[in-house]
């Protein structure tokens, strides 16, 4: 189909005609951070979704991102520019053997990280991201025994922060486990004033170096208030375009990924580019649906996520 000349004007008209806000996570591609009302993290963006008083959603992120929005608006038009753009961790856990592993262990309180799919919150109790799971965890009684899902990354660094044994599900993210140890402490020794500031679901041999660990946002906020400036930052190179915009005169370097890949984009979220998300808007889909069942079993844990972390 016949795209318009100035993609950005389109979309701003667009926006207007149909009373949507356009949410999208730091991992997008640039021109699309560009174009988008909020950016954010997946809190940040849940929040959003929740409060929202636009009649379209069109959400810039994968599928479990624009999945939560659906759960949180069920009568409002929910737009992904791109239905593949899946989540690695998403897809390590998959429902039928989660239902098994949690039936395994009937007195365990299910704690799972907002990267799943419905079906595995609609089977967990509490939801949560990786900017408020230490203080979820912190929470929750000492005596109950958790099982934490599906990031065993993240896991391990809230059993480390928390002190507390969590049962963790064996997943993992495809882009976080990427960055290379050696890479890293090599560009270290070149760049010895750098910071290194990482996500949670990087491996721990990573994490062991990281001056800060946290979310995309909190990896954003750390930047801005340190009096540091210049940063290596092991997480999707997606979010150093905001790092750049609010701090001209501070360096990002892209902590280096191992093998022979270029870097560290995340091949699900850069399915979305400007064209498919002007594409969705005009044709007002592809849409996000679900069935209710799961819709409203998946909405208690992350309205109790929204409640502990207000
Ligand atoms: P946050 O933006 O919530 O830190 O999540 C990172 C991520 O991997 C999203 O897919
Ligand atoms: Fe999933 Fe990792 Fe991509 Fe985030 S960066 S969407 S966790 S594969």
């Known amino acids: 189909s016949q795209l318009p000349d100035d993609l950005f004007e389109a979309i701003a008209t667009l926006k207007q005609d149909l009373n949507a806000v356009i949410l999208a996570h730091y991992y997008q591609d640039p021109d699309i951070q560009d174009v988008a009302d909020y950016i954010g993290d997946s809190l940040g963006l849940s929040r959003q979704a929740a409060d929202t008083d636009a009649e379209v959603i069109v959400f810039a ?173 092991a997480t999707e190179p997606g979010i150093i375009h905001q790092m750049q915009k609010a701090m001209p005169d501070k360096t990002f370097i892209a902590a280096p990924p191992t093998g022979t890949c270029a870097c560290n984009e995340c091949p699900h979220m850069r399915l979305n580019t400007l064209e498919k998300l002007y594409l969705a808007m005009s044709q007002r889909q592809p849409e996000i649906t679900l069935p209710e069942d799961i819709r409203l079993a998946a909405l208690k844990p992350i309205e109790r996520m929204l409640a502990m972390s207000r």
Request: hydrophobic content about 40%.
């Open 61 to 233: 992120g994968v599928h479990f991102m624009a999945e939560t929005a659906k759960i949180l608006n069920p009568h409002k038009l929910v737009l992904l520019p791109d239905l593949d753009a899946g989540c690695s961790l998403a897809d390590s856990c998959p429902p039928e053997a989660f239902a098994a592993f949690k039936a395994a262990h009937p007195d365990h309180l299910v704690v799972s990280y907002i990267n799943c799919t419905a079906a595995i919150k609609a089977m967990s109790d509490i939801i949560c991201t990786s900017s408020n799971a230490v203080d979820i965890v912190n929470q929750i009684p000492l005596d109950q025994p958790i099982i934490f899902a599906p990031d065993r990354n993240l896991g391990r660094y809230v059993m480390e922060q928390t002190g507390r044994e969590l049962l963790l599900w064996d997943g993992s993210c495809i882009v976080h486990e990427n960055f290379s140890e050696k890479k890293l402490v090599q560009l270290q020794v070149q760049h010895p004033e750098a910071e290194i500031i990482a996500h949670p679901e990087c491996e721990t041999p990573v994490l062991r170096h990281a001056h800060y660990i946290g979310s995309t946002t909190a990896l954003l906020k750390y930047a801005q208030q340190s009096q540091g400036n210049s940063f290596v930052v």
